[in-house]
Nanobody
Framework: QLQLVESGGGLVQPGGSLTLSCKAS????????MGWFRQAPGKEREGVSC????????LYADSVKGRFTISRDNAKNTVYLQMYSLKPEDTAVYYC??????????????WGHGTQVSVSS
């Protein structure tokens, strides 16, 4: 059973920086694609970034390109999201996601419970 716990959220001023962590337990992340999602007040959950199991490929939402960096340390079973030049519109609950498909194309997907990021206006 894979469990994900996010940490590192908090209150920052516009233009500030923050780093989120997602610590996994129960399983190693070696074979999982990892992603960060967020949900702002009154809005639907949206994808922010994802990273391949070997960290060779990354994707970012247009709204965060150039400002956010996703990384992973499989030895520590942890995924990170470094956020720079934060804007008020980045305010949201940020969720960690793990995804994998086995050789029979059966999908396994897991979510953390989220961490709050607030950027003052």
């Amino acid at each position: 059973q894979l469990q994900l716990v996010e940490s590192g959220g908090g209150l920052v001023q516009p233009g500030g920086s923050l780093t989120l962590s997602c610590k996994a337990s129960g399983k190693t992340l070696d074979y999982y694609t990892m992603g960060w999602f967020r949900q702002a007040p009154g809005k639907e959950r949206e994808g922010v970034s994802c990273i391949s199991n070997s960290a060779g490929d990354t994707l970012y939402a247009d709204s965060v390109k150039g400002r956010f960096t996703i990384s992973r340390d499989n030895a520590k079973n942890t995924v990170y999201l470094q956020m720079y030049s934060l804007k008020p519109e980045d305010t949201a609950v940020y969720y960690c996601n793990a995804d994998v498909r086995n050789s029979y194309n059966v999908r396994y997907n897991y979510w953390g419970h989220g961490t709050q990021v607030s950027v003052s206006s």
